[in-house]
């Protein structure tokens, strides 16, 4: 079983002294921020001139450029895109780094895939919460916490595991617990998660009610859209996946779990089809493919988007929601 740190592990002390810097000050850059001022830690912010930085001023922080933040930070926090952060990192933050300094990201993915590549001298380490941005600052404050995947890659000043744990602590991600793990094993999870098709399953579900003769309305409200399944995915974290069935009427109960289960060859070919999927995040297909699309412009996702937002569900969907009052 992988091993849990809890905030009695973690020793804030290990931190005194030293100046965070944050670069990426969106969602999570922000909250982590706000939550290690609350706990005593020395934050600063690097931005370009945007935005994130007139926000960063606004909640009191220091605030300067990329490079004279990456020289003035004992500790960094790179919270960037995934797409942009290598080039960010090449042109402003590697240059201005010194031995010991101590890199953290909040994601496997540029790290795993060799995108950046920080030399021998230094810390780096992975706090990546399992929670969004807002919820990092919101459910520190109502005192539950979130939790997070940790790991130390590079360990060159000998503590790199006690700052690893006080800085999960500072960012109050042990109030709940981290759990140690890898930046390969972050990635494949995280992409995993992104690439198993579930959206495009809701969207297949509501082609075959509506061709069945269900109205758009009803098939959306019960597939998404009344928010039901949010409050079904609030009782699998709260009582576990199948636990939180019991919540339901036995009709359902038999229909999700005995009834809907694929049959045996059916799940062997979808377990067959999530291993592919796997495999292609760990030997790098998807990682070269996203590139080449990044390099084309991104013409590929923006062509996707229009296709989908031009499918005839999704014309259904805005007419439902502008009913709902959501748009």
Known sequence: ???????????????????????????????????????????????????????????????????AAATKSDILFILLPD?????????????????????VFASGYNIFFKKIVPNNTLNVLMIAPRMVGRGVRDMVLSGRGYPSLVAVDQDATGNAQELLIALSKAIGSTMMGVIESSFEEETIVDLFAEHSGYLHSVRRAYEALTEAGCSPESVMLELYASGEVRESADYMMEFGLFEQLKLHSRTSQYGQSVYGRPSPEEEKADKKRQLKIIENIRDGTFAAEWSKVQEDGGKALEDARVALFNDPMIQKERELYKLLGRL
């Open 1 to 67: 079983m992988a091993k849990w740190y809890f905030d009695e592990d973690g020793d804030l002390n290990h931190l005194e002294g030293l100046t965070v810097g944050i670069f990426g000050y969106g969602n999570q850059g922000r909250s982590q921020a706000l939550n290690m001022r609350d706990n005593g830690v020395k934050v600063i912010v690097g931005s370009r001139s945007d935005p994130s930085a007139e926000k960063s001023k606004e909640d009191g922080f220091e605030t300067m450029s990329l490079a």
């Open 83 to 103: 797409e942009i952060m290598p080039m960010i990192y090449e042109e402003h933050i590697k240059p201005n780094l010194s031995s010991g300094n101590t890199l």
